[in-house]
């Protein structure tokens, strides 16, 4: 069964630093793609970047190219989503989702962790 | 890079027939294949259907999907109306390295 299953929910404070966790099982790592999306309170979807843990090739949307960095570890089957330094509009839920191919659809989708920042 | 368009809401009548559609701002509908997503309140987004037309193992054949070159758009039709299709609905798109949501619709079933 394939599962993707992320970090709990995290507070923090606008300037902290923070990175959460999609943890991959039942399938090939290596050979999915892993995308993060973001959903801001009451609205859409975003799509944030994209990683295949093959290669670590990385595509980050304009939007959101040097706000995050999106990494992933092979060894542990887990791929990451961080910031260097919150604000205030990060505020959001966070999803993982995996694709087969990069034109494909979403196959698989995490839980979603909710990050709240907040002074 | 393009932007994908969809009404903001639609509702119908149990039993009935709703199209959403998903209109593209630039470049071809039919260059990259669209996805549509369901999703209901609380949980994570799941696919309805993929490559434009096909449905996942699972989803009801009451859900179809189409684009039109003419209006350079994608639709997502549901007949048959049930109570428990209220949700959200994103079209879903990829162009050169980037992928592209619509702004979503919200589906009431009254």
């Known amino acids: 069964e394939v599962q993707l299953v992320q970090s709990g929910a995290e507070v923090k404070t606008p300037g902290e630093s923070l990175k959460i966790s999609c943890k991959g099982s039942g399938y090939n790592f290596r050979t999915y793609w892993i995308a993060w999306v973001r959903q801001m309170p009451g609205k859409g979807l975003e799509w944030m970047g994209i990683i295949y843990p093959g290669d670590s090739d990385t595509r980050y949307s304009s939007s959101f190219q040097g706000q995050v960095t999106i990494s992933a570890d092979k060894s542990i089957t887990t791929a990451y989503l961080q910031w260097s330094s919150l604000k205030a509009s990060d505020t959001a839920m966070y999803y993982c989702?995996?694709?087969?191919?990069?034109?494909?659809?979403?196959?698989?989708w995490g839980q979603g962790t909710l990050v709240t920042v907040s002074s | 890079n393009f932007m994908l368009t969809q009404p903001h809401s639609v509702s119908e009548s149990p039993g009935k027939t709703v199209t959403i559609s998903c209109t593209r701002s630039s470049g071809s509908i039919a260059s990259n294949y669209v996805q549509w997503y369901q999703q209901r309140p609380g949980s994570a987004p799941t696919t309805v259907i993929y490559?434009?037309?096909?449905?996942p193992s699972g989803v009801p054949d009451r859900f179809s999907g189409s684009i039109d070159s003419s209006s350079n758009s994608a639709s997502l039709t549901i007949s048959g109306l049930k109570t428990e299709d209220e949700a959200d609905y994103y079209c879903q798109s990829y162009d050169s390295s980037f992928m592209v949501f619509g702004g979503g619709t919200k589906l009431t079933v009254l």
């Open positions: 490559e434009d037309d096909q449905r």
């Open positions: 989702a995996i694709l087969e191919t990069i034109t494909g659809p979403f196959d698989y």
